[in-house]
């Protein structure tokens, strides 16, 4: 069972089921970015998904499309603690 709970501005509490490799939270940040990120211009967008012993990051990493951008490489999604079962959403873009 998954369960999220809102504890500050882009901070949750999260069970391990949500962030599993097939969980809700992880579709979700591995899905979601899309959409703006090529609003954004960017246009190689890739799910990405690693655990550690200690944290689990999942979301979507994205390269600029036009190829003479200065813009950086960026990610869009989340880290989640093991310990304290905190996950925290990213987003790279400035």
């Given at each position: ?9 882009n901070?949750?509490?999260?069970t391990?089921?949500?962030?599993a490799?097939?969980?809700p939270a992880t579709?979700a ?7 703006s ?9 890739e799910p ?19 190829p003479?951008?200065t813009?950086p490489?960026v ?8 310990d304290?079962?905190?996950?925290v959403?990213?987003?790279d873009r400035r």
């Amino acid at each position: 069972m998954c369960s999220l709970i809102l504890l500050a501005p882009n901070t949750y509490l999260a069970t391990p089921a949500c962030v599993a490799e097939d969980g809700p939270a992880t579709a979700a940040a591995q899905r979601w970015p899309e959409y703006s990120l090529r609003a954004d211009g960017y246009g190689v967008i890739e799910p990405t998904y690693a655990q550690t012993p200690d944290t689990i990051t999942a979301g979507a990493s994205a390269d600029p499309l036009n190829p003479y951008s200065t813009a950086p490489a960026v990610f869009v999604g989340f880290t989640w603690f093991g310990d304290s079962m905190t996950l925290v959403v990213e987003d790279d873009r400035r």
